[in-house]
T-cell receptor, first 116, second 113 residues
Framework: AQKITQTQPGMFVQEKEAVTLDCTYD???????LFWYKQPSSGEMIFLIY??????QNATEGRYSLNFQKARKSANLVISASQLGDSAMYFC?????????????FGSGTRLLVRP | DVKVTQSSRYLVKRTGEKVFLECVQD?????MFWYRQDPGLGLRLIYF???????EKGDIPEGYSVSREKKERFSLILESASTNQTSMYLC????????????FGPGTRLTVT
């Protein structure tokens, strides 16, 4: 079974509008972490935001926020005020298991295109 | 700034060749990782290392081996390259600790003909 599901292979958004990228996860662990990465056409993966399973508040980093709904096992990324430079692939990833486990499991990604 | 570098951006090798992909990080990170990225599949972990000379298999280790003789360097070895190993290979490093993000290198696009 897929551990991380990103159901939107591609999305468009108008510049300056907000966009939500979906991510659902599957784990039976109580302790886990969720990450979002951006991959521009240059290929390098850029860390955006992290949410721990015990964090009570939704994580925010500048224009990025993570809409964490634990009961629904979803961790959607919200980008506010989209910019042309936000056009990229976006990957959701999960670390599960004990704290000594550093493995990340990645979803298949969503390609976001920001229209001027 | 964390810097993770990979020895080549593009590499073309022939079937059966032994291939070395090198990764170096300059931030004294304990953990290092090798992933391959294929369209529609996201990133899949090949091997990771949490200390010098220590390694653990990831999800798809078959056909690969790794070496970590120094803390800053993690090498991926394709013992006998095959066409199904044509892919983008990404190296990453991180501090120890569950909430620390992984920092990625620019990737090596390997083509095996």
């Amino acid at each position: 079974a897929q551990k991380i599901t990103q159901t939107q292979p591609g999305m468009f958004v108008q510049e300056k509008e907000a966009v939500t990228l979906d991510c659902t996860y599957d784990t039976s662990d109580q302790s886990y972490g969720l990450f979002w990465y951006k991959q521009p056409s240059s290929g390098e993966m850029i860390f955006l935001i992290y949410q721990g399973s015990y964090d009570e508040q939704n994580a925010t980093e500048g224009r990025y926020s993570l809409n964490f709904q634990k009961a629904r096992k979803s961790a959607n990324l919200v980008i506010s005020a989209s910019q042309l430079g936000d056009s990229a692939m976006y990957f959701c990833a999960m670390r599960e298991g004990p704290d000594s486990s550093y493995k990340l499991i990645f979803g298949s990604g969503t390609r976001l295109l920001v229209r001027p | 700034d964390v810097k993770v570098t990979q020895s080549s951006r593009y590499l073309v090798k022939r079937t059966g060749e032994k291939v070395f992909l090198e990764c170096v990080q300059d931030m004294d990170h304990e953990n290092m990782f090798w992933y391959r990225q294929d369209p529609g599949l996201g990133l899949r972990l090949i091997y990771f290392s949490y200390d010098v000379k220590m390694k653990e298999k990831g999800d798809i280790p078959e056909g690969y081996s790794v070496s970590r003789e120094k803390k800053e360097r993690f090498s991926l070895i394709l013992e006998s390259a095959s066409t199904n190993q044509t892919s983008m290979y990404l190296c990453a490093s991180s501090l120890s600790g569950s909430s620390y993000e992984q920092y990625f290198g620019p990737g090596t696009r390997l083509t095996v003909t």
